[in-house]
Every structure is written in structure tokens, then in C-alpha cells.
T-cell receptor, first 113, second 116 residues
Framework: QKEVEQDPGPLSVPEGAIVSLNCTYS??????FMWYRQYSRKGPELLMY????GNKEDGRFTAQVDKSSKYISLFIRDSQPSDSATYLC?????????????FGQGTELSVKP | GAVVSQHPSWVICKSGTSVKIECRSL??????MFWYRQFPKQSLMLMAT?????????EQGVEKDKFLINHASLTLSTLTVTSAHPEDSSFYIC????????????FGNGTRLTVT
């Protein structure tokens, strides 16, 4: 079993739809949770960064962490064609672990105009 | 925001030659940089952790003599793929942390290596 599981998609939605992206994980030591967006042939770009459980909102993006269920989500409201990319969840355990991130496989999202 | 520059963005080399990839933190000092490898439609796989002024820490299964990492300053780390083979063709990405060890990573734009 992988430490982080993410549905690779592809996920196709119409413009304006609400998108829900999810990851599950098995290591209860994970404390820091991130979402990255990666366009084709580019490096990942940090979208959201959260610590422990709870919600965090930034514009059209909302990140949710449920540590009791070992489940994190990223919601995109009013999705745009420019949101088409691969979304990677990432997480890390205790802060003295040297900063290594464990990534999900990434979900490929396509927003159709 | 923090900027990480990676060079070159793509490179083609012949089998048996060596290729050097540079990773620079442009507006912050990075005591730690990470090197990843990514195959098409797959996630990032950590290859090694690069610490300024000391030897890199390699992940299990990564050949340290093949993938040479140097982190000579707080703003520059290099990855050299030695005696490259076609199976080394991949997308190599570096990342850096600009603050505390629990702050998020910022990534370069990657280097696409093709070995012919």
C-alpha cells in the first residue's frame, strides 16, 4: 500500500463547475499538507499549505484536512480552463524529518470551456 | 514569492556523456535542496537531499556515483548525471526550502533530459 493515494484521473469538467480533488494517506505522523499544481513540462507550483486538521481558503481554492479520516481535499470553485493541470497532494511528517515530502500520484484535471 | 531557477530546461545528450543540471534559489538562501525525478504521468520521486556544505543524502536505490550532487553555496545545487544511458531520460526537478524545515518547498521548472 502506498503511503499516499490519489486518483490519477483524468478528470474532465465544464467551465464553472466545482472540482473536488482528494488524497488519502496511511501515515498518522503526517502533519503538514500541501497541494501543488503542475502544468505540462513545468515544475510544481505551490497552491495551498496547511498544518494539521481544518480548512483553509484562498480565492477560489479551499483545502480541507481531516486527520481522523486521513483524508485531504482541494476544492476549486468556478473552475476555469486555465485550471487545467495536474494537481499533486503532498505531505510531510514531523518537522525534524528533514523536510522530505511524500507525493500523491497526481490528478489530471481538464476544464472544458 | 520564493523563486527557484533550474537550468537547462531541456537537454539532449549522447549515451556515455555526462550532463550537469543547476538549481538556484534566486531570492532566498536554501540550506537544503531536493532533487526529484518524474516519469510521464507519474508522481515525483525523491532522489536525494542536498545540504549546503555537506554530502548529499540519497534515497534507497539511487546510485550516488551516477547522480553526483554538489551544494557548494546557499543558493546553488547541481546534479550531474554521469555516463548517461537512455534509461536516464526523464524529467528532473529540484526544490528548495527558504525558511524553517516545516515551510513549504518551492520547485524549479524542471529539466527534461533525453539520452540518445
Amino acid at each position: 500500500q502506498k503511503e499516499v493515494e490519489q486518483d490519477p484521473g483524468p478528470l474532465s469538467v465544464p467551465e464553472g463547475a466545482i472540482v473536488s480533488l482528494n488524497c488519502t494517506y496511511s501515515n498518522s505522523a503526517f502533519q503538514y499538507f500541501m497541494w501543488y499544481r503542475q502544468y505540462s513540462r513545468k515544475g510544481p507550483e505551490l497552491l495551498m499549505y496547511t498544518y494539521s486538521s481544518g480548512n483553509k481558503e484562498d480565492g477560489r481554492f479551499t483545502a480541507q484536512v481531516d486527520k481522523s479520516s486521513k483524508y485531504i481535499s482541494l476544492f476549486i470553485r468556478d473552475s476555469q480552463p486555465s485550471d487545467s493541470a495536474t494537481y499533486l497532494c503532498a505531505m510531510s511528517p514531523f518537522e525534524n524529518q528533514g523536510g522530505k515530502l511524500i507525493f500523491g500520484q497526481g490528478t489530471e484535471l481538464s476544464v472544458k470551456p | 514569492g520564493a523563486v527557484v531557477s533550474q537550468h537547462p530546461s531541456w537537454v539532449i545528450c549522447k549515451s556515455g556523456t555526462s550532463v550537469k543540471i543547476e538549481c538556484r534559489s534566486l531570492d532566498f538562501q536554501a540550506t537544503t535542496m531536493f532533487w526529484y525525478r518524474q516519469f510521464p504521468k507519474q508522481s515525483l520521486m525523491l532522489m536525494a537531499t542536498s545540504n549546503e556544505g555537506s554530502k548529499a543524502t540519497y534515497e534507497q536505490g539511487v546510485e550516488k556515483d551516477k547522480f553526483l550532487i554538489n551544494h557548494a553555496s546557499l543558493t546553488l545545487s547541481t546534479l550531474t548525471v554521469t555516463s548517461a544511458h537512455p534509461e536516464d531520460s526523464s524529467f528532473y526537478i529540484c526544490s528548495a526550502r527558504g525558511g524553517l524545515y516545516n515551510s513549504p518547498l518551492h520547485f524549479g521548472n524542471g529539466t527534461r533530459l533525453t539520452v540518445t
